[in-house]
């Protein structure tokens, strides 16, 4: 896991739009210095670090960072404009997505505390069937039928298509 922090101070814009042409999974919140809403959200955006470092270690795809709104009008490669601030989005250039953290239909709670920006993370990252292993890319393994389940099967009736297959071309 990467974590960027981007203010006038730091030279670490073009190090964002490298991520995003190579298609991470990038969360973003864009601050503006002095709001209040701001000041009560980058705390707890900051406290992902300590918990999700551990458990996504070696998962150099996701990408965390914070952006001074000064600062985010030079990332060259995001097309989107904050409309308010904090604004907090997910990005990934390579499925073409985007989609705010208020937006989010996942999410029951959208209450701007740690847990729900895990929660929030946590549902984009398994949304896209991939698992670290040893940092490999696999894809999610395929339950496959019991074989109590497969001698239930009435291929005279069969319930479903997948159980019509199974009838015609898997039975054996």
Same mark, same amino acid.
């Given at each position: 896991?990467? #974590?960027?922090?981007i203010?006038?101070k730091?030279n670490?814009?073009s190090l964002?739009?490298?991520?995003?042409? &190579?298609?991470?999974d990038? *969360?973003v919140?864009?601050?503006?210095? /002095?709001c /209040?809403?701001?000041n009560?959200?980058r705390?707890e955006?900051?406290?992902? =670090?300590?918990?999700?470092? =551990?458990?996504y270690?070696?998962?150099?795809?996701?990408?965390?960072?914070d952006i001074? &709104?000064?600062?985010f009008?030079?990332?060259?490669?995001i097309?989107?404009k904050?409309? /308010? *601030?904090?604004?907090? #989005?997910y990005m990934?250039?390579?499925?073409?997505?985007?989609?705010?953290?208020?937006?989010?239909?996942?999410?029951?709670?959208?209450?701007r505390?740690?847990?729900?920006f895990?929660? $929030?993370?946590?549902t984009?990252?398994?949304?896209?069937?991939i698992r &670290?292993?040893g /940092?490999?890319?696999?894809l999610?393994?395929r339950r496959? $039928?019991?074989?109590?389940?497969?001698?239930?099967i009435n291929?005279?009736?069969?319930?479903? *298509?997948? &159980?019509?297959q199974y009838?015609?071309?898997g039975?054996?």
């Amino acid at each position: 896991m990467i #974590f960027i922090h981007i203010n006038s101070k730091s030279n670490n814009v073009s190090l964002l739009d490298k991520y995003i042409n &190579q298609g991470k999974d990038i *969360f973003v919140l864009v601050y503006m210095e /002095g709001c /209040g809403p701001c000041n009560a959200t980058r705390p707890e955006w900051k406290k992902i =670090k300590n918990i999700l470092d =551990k458990k996504y270690k070696n998962n150099n795809n996701i990408v965390v960072a914070d952006i001074d &709104q000064e600062e985010f009008s030079k990332v060259t490669s995001i097309s989107y404009k904050p409309v /308010g *601030f904090p604004s907090l #989005f997910y990005m990934n250039k390579k499925n073409n997505i985007h989609e705010n953290y208020e937006d989010c239909i996942e999410l029951k709670e959208k209450d701007r505390t740690v847990d729900s920006f895990i929660n $929030w993370i946590e549902t984009k990252v398994k949304k896209n069937n991939i698992r &670290q292993n040893g /940092g490999k890319k696999t894809l999610k393994k395929r339950r496959r $039928w019991s074989l109590k389940y497969k001698r239930s099967i009435n291929c005279k009736r069969p319930r479903g *298509f997948s &159980q019509k297959q199974y009838c015609k071309y898997g039975k054996k």
